[in-house]
């Protein structure tokens, strides 16, 4: 495996569920973020993870939970969701949080979340 | 508050056309501003990115232009082809490295 992986790449839940989305960055990276991706809006940053610590949050619904076990891993944790939540959830990597020359951040292709 | 409007929505252009495509940021605390192209299916991918020491960076076919008192940069695609077929993105990223945050989007078409 390469890149970022994400899986399920596909899911469907009712809102009384408990699912986990997971990330995997094959990079070496230290920095990872969850993105919410909605037809029509921006792409919303819901958490950063820098070193496997939680350095932002964006003022995500508690009903989305995130975990970093370590910097290769990052787990978005759903319970309890409302259709609105249905989206594209993007999980992304960087070397770091911010300046030097490698700014560049990798997605993954992003797990489509479909909440019934 | 929205911090980066991304016009056109969409955008169709015959191959060959050069495609432009525009963002406008409202904080002056930014300081990377990428291009991200995204096809059906992927996550979006890293096209360019500049800083806003410079006013231009060019690499192959895709330009960026950056006009800092304006508040604006943009995205020029030379001879465009169906390949470039795809949805782009600026995004703006706020100096502290926590904070990025994207346009809407705009689909472009290229058309044979």
């Known amino acids: 495996e390469t890149g970022v992986t994400q899986t399920p790449r596909h899911l469907v839940m009712g809102m009384t569920n408990k699912k986990s989305l997971k990330c995997e960055q094959h990079?070496?990276?230290?920095?990872m973020y969850w993105y919410k991706q909605s037809a029509k809006k921006p792409l919303e940053l819901m958490f950063v993870?820098?070193?496997?610590?939680?350095?932002e949050n964006n003022s995500v619904p508690s009903r989305f939970s995130p975990e970093c076990p370590n910097s290769s891993h990052l787990f978005l944790h759903l319970h309890t969701l409302q259709p609105e939540d249905s989206a594209l959830y993007l999980c992304?990597?960087?070397?770091?949080?911010?300046?030097?020359?490698?700014?560049?951040?990798?997605f993954g292709p992003g797990t489509r979340l479909t909440v019934l | 508050q929205q911090q980066v409007k991304q016009s056109p929505q969409s955008l169709i252009v015959q191959k060959g056309g050069i495609s432009i495509i525009n963002c406008a940021y409202e904080?002056?605390?930014?300081?990377?501003f990428p291009w991200y192209q995204q096809f059906p299916g992927k996550g979006p991918a890293l096209l360019i990115a500049?800083?806003?020491?410079?006013s231009e960076k060019k690499e192959g076919r895709f330009t960026i232009s950056f006009n800092k008192s304006a508040k604006q940069f943009s995205l020029h695609i030379m001879d465009s082809q169906p390949g470039d077929s795809a949805t782009y993105f600026c995004?703006?990223?706020?100096?502290?490295?926590?904070?990025?945050?994207f346009g809407t989007g705009t689909s472009l078409t290229v058309i044979p």
């Open positions: 500049i800083r806003p020491d410079v």
């Open positions: 995004a703006v990223r706020g100096n502290t490295g926590n904070q990025f945050y």
């Open positions: 993870y820098s070193l496997e610590e939680r350095v």
């Open positions: 992304a990597s960087s070397q770091d949080l911010a300046g030097g020359p490698r700014d560049e951040q990798f």
């Open positions: 990079l070496g990276h230290n920095a």
């Open positions: 904080n002056t605390a930014f300081d990377y």
